[in-house]
Each structure stands twice: as structure tokens, then as C-alpha cells.
């Protein structure tokens, strides 16, 4: 198992907590990053969102792609995968920026595409925003166009939404960036199946992953791609004991009003097409974290993750809190990391 986390740009995932002691600052996202390749985690997944989904949008959100370039200069083995939203880059300028900060990693870039699902913020910014089936449609023109010119030394394209005439992009990457991608509906499966190397999950009990994961296997080799990496978001609590893991639980799920930011989380869930039916509850932890009950003794929760690995997941995306705390625990206690 591979296992990365989630840079805190949004200053933490709780969202009924509203101090997590980790500020969104380049500060703890500095200090945090270098002490998660000492622990001996392999990836940081850097979420981009101008507005901050998970404090409200009144509150700091760091931007995901300079702290990404930033954290490439002063970083050495973990993997950057950051997360870009085609209506918010266009895809020939973003290649030449993206190359760059490939350059300055030593080749660590990784790719989180992720077809855009709040109107809002869109609106604010003065941006497109499609509808569900051409935010896919724009999403595979934008990877033929930053593909072409990561590969091609001249792309010409003209598509639907995008054109470019003998473009160029020099320096290239150090090596071609992993594109990692996630989606439940049916346009957002062809399309990863097709162009992306990786499918990324929400959080999902491990006999729940096993049959998606078995679906998107089955969908890459008719498309005729090499095999896919799999990984799935999870929210981790580790104790000594089940019930102080459950006492953990108990006080971040606990819902005594809506918060600032629950009128975001309305409105992803009207932009979106998820096969199972969100609970009130979860609304406490992004990404369906807590479904796979990675909360326990460590004991247990090594029992889980291999149930994942038999499963074919060979990626964890964990959020924590407080983050520097928990993952250093997490690493020492699950890893095995000294």
C-alpha cells in the first residue's frame, strides 16, 4: 500500500470543528510536507478549491498550484499529485507552467483532474461552468491538449472547446506526470478508462471498492490502456484503544448546528451524480472519509487496509486532525515508519 495525504490548504477537514490547530498557511504546509517524507509517505494530494469548502467561504484557502511549485523546491521524494480543474486552466498554458514545476521536482508531479462541481465559485471567478456531461467532454479535449504537448513538439488541436495551431511546450516534463482522476457516473468512467492513469475513490467499506475496482479493470483493458493504480480517500483515527478511537469519533461527527460551510456541501451534492445516498452525518468528514472505518487500534486498522490491498486498492488518501500529529501517530503506528 502507497499512502499519501491531503495537503490541509483549507486549514483542516473537520467541518463541525472549527480550530484544528492547523492553520492554511505555507508555514505548516512547509513543515508538514517535509516531515511527512521523513515519516515515509509517498504522496501529498493538494486539493484546488479558491473558496474554502470545508471552514466556509470567508475563511483562508491556500492555492493549490503555486504552494505545489513552492513545495517542489523544497522537497525531495514525495509525490506532488495536485488537483486541476480544466475550466479553471487553459490546457496549452497550463502544460508549459505544469512542465516547469515537473522540472523543479525531479519528475514528482502527479495530476489530479477533476471536472469542476461548484457553480458558485465558477460565477464568482467570471468562469464557464458546463453542465454534468460537458464538464466531462471539455475534461478529455483539455488532457488531449496537455498530453499533446507534453509528448507532440508541435500540437495542433481544434475541438469543441479548445484550439491550439503549432504550439509548443519546452522544456517538456522530466517524465510524463501520472493523471489521476475520480468519478461515479457512467461519462466520467469512459472518459478516466480512456486517458487517465489512475482512478481515485471516495471513501467506500473495502467490498464496496473491490467491484469498482473490478468494473475499471475490466473498462481499461477494452480501451486498450496499461493497468491502472487505484486509491481511495479515507479519514484515519488510530488509538491505543477502541474506545478512545470511538470517543475520537464521537466528537468530530457530532452535529449541534450547520456550520459555515454546509451550504457548499449542498450544493456538490446537486452538482453530482454518486451512486450511494450521503448521509447527513458524513457531512462532518469531505469525501465519504469515514465509510471505510479506518478508526481503531492499529491492530485493526492494518486488518482493514489489507482487506483494501486484497481488494486491489494500492493507494490510501488519508485526512487526519490535528495533521502533523495524527500522521506523524499514523506512520509510526500503522506504517511502521521509524
Known amino acids: 500500500m502507497r499512502y499519501g495525504y491531503w495537503t490541509p490548504v483549507f ?29 515515509g509517505y509517498d504522496l501529498t494530494l493538494i486539493a484546488e478549491l479558491n473558496l474554502n469548502d470545508i471552514k466556509g467561504v470567508e475563511q483562508p484557502a491556500l492555492d493549490a498550484w503555486s504552494t505545489a511549485a513552492a513545495l517542489a523546491a523544497v522537497t525531495d521524494s514525495i509525490e506532488l499529485m495536485v488537483a486541476v480543474r480544466p475550466n479553471f486552466h487553459h490546457p496549452a498554458l497550463f502544460a508549459k507552467a505544469a512542465a516547469n514545476i515537473d522540472r523543479i521536482s525531479g519528475g514528482r508531479l502527479a495530476l489530479n483532474v477533476v471536472s469542476s462541481w461548484w457553480a458558485d465559485e465558477a460565477k464568482q471567478y467570471g468562469l464557464q461552468f458546463d453542465q454534468h456531461d ?22 495542433d488541436f481544434a475541438g469543441q472547446f479548445y484550439t491550439t495551431e503549432q504550439a509548443i ?14 468519478g461515479e457516473s457512467e461519462k466520467a468512467k469512459a472518459m478516466i478508462a480512456a ?3 489512475a482512478y481515485v475513490m ?3 467499506p473495502a467490498e464496496a471498492i473491490a467491484p469498482k475496482i473490478a468494473d475499471m479493470a475490466t473498462r481499461r483493458e477494452a480501451a486498450g490502456g496499461a493497468p491502472m493504480q487505484y486509491g481511495m480517500a479515507a479519514y484515519a483515527i488510530v488509538r491505543d484503544s477502541e474506545a478512545e478511537a470511538k470517543r475520537e469519533l464521537e466528537r468530530i461527527t457530532s452535529v449541534t448546528e450547520l456550520p459555515a460551510g454546509y451550504a457548499n456541501f449542498d450544493q456538490w451534492l ?7 445516498e450521503l448521509k447527513i452525518q458524513e457531512y462532518s468528514v469531505s469525501n465519504r472519509g469515514l465509510r471505510p472505518n479506518l478508526v481503531g ?10 482487506e483494501y490491498e486484497a481488494a486491489g486498492l494500492d493507494l490510501l488518501l488519508l485526512q487526519m486532525s490535528p495533521q502533523a500529529e495524527e500522521m506523524e501517530r499514523f506512520a509510526v503506528q500503522v506504517m511502521g515508519s521509524a
Open 195 to 197: 486517458q487517465c492513469d
Open 134 to 155: 460537458d464538464r466531462y467532454a471539455r475534461t478529455a479535449e483539455w488532457l488531449t491538449v496537455v498530453d499533446g504537448l507534453w509528448t507532440q513538439e508541435r500540437f
Open 297 to 306: 487500534t492499529p491492530e485493526q486498522l492494518k486488518e482493514r487496509i489489507a
Open 169 to 182: 511546450c519546452s522544456p517538456k516534463p522530466a517524465k510524463r506526470p501520472t493523471v489521476y482522476a475520480g
Open 270 to 276: 446537486s452538482g453530482t451524480q454518486l451512486e450511494r
Open 11 to 39: 486549514g483542516g477537514w473537520l467541518r463541525n470543528v472549527p480550530d484544528e490547530g492547523m492553520e492554511a498557511s505555507w508555514a505548516y504546509t512547509k513543515a508538514l510536507t517535509q516531515n511527512a517524507e521523513r515519516w
Open 202 to 204: 471516495h471513501g467506500d
